[in-house]
């Protein structure tokens, strides 16, 4: 337990400490904002771009297809999506991912 | 009566949260270990669902120069920077900030996050503490505004892309080299690859903090992590978060004494500056709640209906 520091404070009046009462929903609220994002991202970053189309891939296959370099950045002006946003160029003497 | 009865459910609160307290070191080596997860072990447990997430990247999203697109779970702001420097919105990574800032505020901080266990262990070190003032946090929202958001917006419009630029979060955060270069290098290590993860500068930053932590009590968080910001400014609406009982406030100053974070306590106790360590709850006045308290009643119908202690 770290010590109490003997700081020279003033007197804490507990009736003059201001009241923080809440509304619940606010955070719930913002909850679910977040959880939509959340899926809405998850949906974009799973849609991947094969030379002409975007299509949608499962976790596991993004990775073989990501590590295998068969990801094409999308052309300008295209939507990118989360899973083309990456360096995917290996340097010759780069290691492979641990995976 | 009543005050009895008051008196006896706050000695339990207060018990309560002194035992979570004690438990904290506990779940921040928990999540360490879970956030350790780049040395390989646990993707290699957990067959055809663990390969699918590329264990180089599960915390920080840049290490040793490369991106890994793969990732399921990795650091919110380097999706936030990379995916700004190509004009996109980063929505999976705003939304896992707003659930979880939504829900738990910057609680985060305070239990989970590894790099800020580190500095909460270097900082009990018994040397004279430096407090900078409290302005000084906004120093986060500047980290978060520049190197997170604008620079890579402005950068990736001439068409540069994000790893190729100099000036970005991933080139510099330490809480990145530490878990991610760190475990990258010993594990290539491990395996006969020894190759540097972290880039000399990178690193120097890292070590620089760590020493930090030494002399300011959480140096990365308090200053410029733009994470922990973010979460913070979730702190007055999220479900969990601390309230006050009067009644049980007996003046001794504690709350304020333990704050590591000089968060004004007793003006503002649900702060941005507060990484919800929860040490201010050990006197007993001030608790730790999800949605409605017990009993039902908010913090100010209360203070109408109870009298403090002595009074």
Redesign the interface.
């Known amino acids: 337990?770290?010590k109490?520091?003997?700081?020279q404070?003033p007197?804490?009046?507990?009736?003059s400490?201001?009241?923080?009462?809440?509304k619940?929903w606010?955070?719930?609220?913002?909850?679910v904002?977040?959880?939509?994002?959340?899926?809405?991202?998850?949906h974009?970053?799973h849609t991947v771009y094969f030379g002409g189309s975007n299509q949608k891939v499962?976790?596991?296959k993004?990775?073989r297809t990501?590590?295998a370099n068969l990801?094409q950045r999308p052309l300008t002006g295209q939507?990118?999506?989360?899973?083309?946003?990456?360096?995917?160029q290996k340097d010759s003497g780069?290691?492979d991912?641990?995976? | 009566m009543r005050d009895m009865a008051n008196t006896s459910s706050d000695r339990r609160n207060q018990d309560r949260t002194r035992l979570l307290?004690k438990l904290r070191p506990l779940i921040q080596t928990a999540f360490l270990l879970l956030w350790a997860a780049?040395l390989?072990w646990i993707?290699a447990q957990m067959g055809?669902w663990g390969?699918?997430?590329?264990?180089?990247v599960f915390h920080c999203y840049y290490a040793g120069g490369?991106?890994?697109?793969?990732a399921?779970l990795s650091c919110p702001i380097g999706?936030m920077a990379?995916?700004v420097a190509?004009?996109?919105a980063?929505?999976?990574?705003?939304?896992?900030?707003?659930?979880?800032?939504?829900?738990v505020g910057s609680l985060v901080c305070g239990w989970a996050c590894p790099f800020g266990f580190l500095q909460d262990l270097l900082a009990?070190i018994p040397l004279p503490k430096l407090r900078p003032p409290a302005w000084t946090s906004a120093g986060r929202y500047v980290v978060l505004g520049a190197l997170v958001l604008a620079l890579p917006y402005w950068i990736g419009l001439t068409g540069k892309?994000?790893?190729e630029q100099e000036i970005t979060i991933c080139r510099w955060c330490p809480a990145g080299a530490l878990e991610a270069g760190v475990p990258?290098t010993i594990?290539?290590a491990l395996e006969g690859?020894p190759?540097l993860m972290v880039s000399p500068k990178k690193a120097a930053i890292l070590v620089a903090f760590l020493l930090g932590s030494v002399f300011i009590h959480r140096p990365w968080c308090r200053l410029f992590c733009p994470l922990g910001g973010l979460l913070a400014l979730?702190n007055r609406?999220?479900?969990f978060?601390l309230?006050?009982k009067?009644t049980a406030?007996t003046?001794c100053?504690?709350?304020?004494?333990?704050c590591?974070m000089d968060v004004p306590v007793?003006?503002?106790?649900?702060s941005p500056r507060c990484i919800r360590c929860m040490?201010c709850t050990t006197c007993g006045?001030i608790l730790p709640a999800a949605?409605?308290r017990k009993g039902g009643t908010?913090?100010?119908?209360s203070?109408g209906s109870e009298k403090?202690p002595g009074a």
Request: charged letters at 15%.
């Open positions: 337990m770290a109490i520091r003997n700081i404070q007197e804490i009046d507990p009736e400490r201001p009241s923080e009462a809440r619940p606010r955070g719930i609220l913002l909850a904002v977040g959880l939509a994002l959340l899926l809405m991202g998850a974009a970053s499962s976790q596991s993004l990775v990501v590590t990801v939507p990118t999506t989360q899973s083309v946003t990456t360096n995917l780069q290691a991912c641990p995976t | 307290l780049p390989g993707s055809r390969r699918s997430m590329p264990s180089c490369n991106y890994c697109p793969a399921s999706i990379q995916l190509l004009g996109a980063p929505l999976l990574a705003i939304g896992a900030v707003v659930l979880a800032g939504a829900l009990k892309p994000y790893d990258l594990q290539g690859r190759e979730f609406f999220s479900v978060h309230w006050f009067k406030c003046s100053n504690t709350c304020r004494g333990r590591d007793d003006q503002s106790l649900n040490e006045a949605f409605l908010s913090e100010a119908a203070a403090p």
